[in-house]
Structure formats: C-alpha cells, structure tokens
C-alpha cells in the first residue's frame, strides 16, 4: 500500500535537487515536512514540500476512511530526482564567440507508505489458500 506523487519539469537541476532529496528520504512524512520547511534552500525545499504534501493528499484520496493506517504514520518510501529536458542556449563570450548556456531541469518521484506493515484480512488469506 502506497501513494505516490509526481512533478516534472521542475525548473531545478537533477544534481541540486537530489542533495535536498538525500536530507529527507527514508524519513516519516511529518518530519521531512518540518525538515523542509526549516531549510536553508527555500525555493528547492518549497517545491519538495508541496510535492510530498500531494504524496499525502493522494494517499488520502486513495484510501480515505478505509485507510488501516493513520497519515502521521507514513513514511518516504522512495524519493527519486531523475533527468529532464536540457534548454540549450547561447551567450557571447569574449570577441564575439558563442558560449553554451544549458538550463538544465528534473523529473521527481515521491512514494509514501506505512511504517508498520499493514495486516491481511482474514478472508483475504482464505481465497488466496484455496486457489
């Protein structure tokens, strides 16, 4: 049981995003909001916050009552900063020479899951047995 969250073409190179990344994976959800949010790199942690806030909403919406675990319960299951698209462009460098100038962006997945391994129902257990 997971939910999971996706942005892409966020406007941030892979390599930075994935140190912000690396400070909140494996974390539970309440804590790496709050890592976040106490972050020295505002604009990169604002775009991982929200992303995780819709990690969250979407398990709520997947679940909703039903849900067999609380949401302060949750955890950063995978977080994963992939490569985007590449904007290339140029600038002039000294005596009129063309330098490139690469806008580099990023792919980000967010997975939550449970902390604690959710239990099978009974009967769930008995249909697979029969088979």
């Known amino acids: 049981m997971e939910a999971r969250a996706i942005l892409k073409n966020s406007p941030f190179p892979e390599r930075k995003m994935r140190l912000?990344?690396?400070?909140v994976r494996n974390k539970p959800v309440a804590e790496a909001l709050n890592i976040l949010s106490l972050h020295k790199k505002k604009l990169y942690a604002s775009y991982l916050y929200r992303l995780i806030r819709s990690a969250v909403a979407n398990w709520e919406g997947k679940y909703g009552e039903d849900?067999?675990?609380d949401i302060d319960d949750l955890y950063i299951k995978?977080?994963?900063?992939?490569k985007g698209r590449v904007l290339k462009r140029w600038q002039t460098a000294p005596r009129g020479m063309p330098r490139p100038i690469r806008k580099r962006?990023?792919?980000i997945t967010?997975?939550?899951a449970p902390m604690t391994p959710v239990?099978?129902?009974e009967e769930t257990e008995n249909t697979e047995t029969e088979e």
């Open 110 to 112: 967010v997975v939550v």
């Open 78 to 82: 995978e977080i994963r900063v992939d």
């Open 67 to 69: 849900a067999p675990v």
């Open 119 to 121: 239990p099978v129902s």
């Open 20 to 23: 912000l990344a690396d400070v």
């Open 105 to 107: 962006f990023s792919h």
